[in-house]
């Protein structure tokens, strides 16, 4: 299968489309990539990058705006902190950090 139309690669070009100080949502970026109930797939493709990579995963939370990555090479601190940096502001709710939607969600315009 030609590269660009496998789907890890579809999302990762998506992914860096998400304007800095910007985040989407597993679920739309997976929408994003003509794969609509993919949201998880998402979360397994960016998993696998290596530390260094250009795509911003960073920039995808979860459908309520809470950063749910699961790796243990990344801690959610890490992924808060790079937000951060961006300007996003990352609240702690629960013992959980989340990230305002309304304000910061990416309406998937480039």
């Known amino acids: 299968m030609p ?10 070009n998506t992914v ?7 985040v989407a949502t597993y679920g ?16 397994w493709a ?8 250009n795509v911003p995963w960073q920039r995808v939370v ?3 705006g809470m950063i749910s990555i ?5 801690p959610k601190e890490q992924q808060a902190a790079l937000l951060r940096a961006e300007g996003v502001e990352v609240e702690v709710r629960d013992s959980n950090l989340f990230v305002d939607l ?8 480039v």
């Open 28 to 43: 739309q970026v997976a929408a994003l990539c003509g794969s609509p109930r993919g949201a998880q797939v998402v979360g």
């Open 16 to 22: 860096r489309k998400v304007p800095r100080g910007k």
């Open 62 to 64: 979860n459908k309520e």
């Open 102 to 109: 309304k304000k910061f969600g990416w309406d998937g315009t």
């Open 46 to 53: 960016l998993r696998t990058l290596k530390s260094g990579t």
């Open 3 to 12: 590269r660009g139309l496998n789907l890890y690669f579809r999302i990762y």
């Open 70 to 74: 699961e790796n243990m090479r990344t």
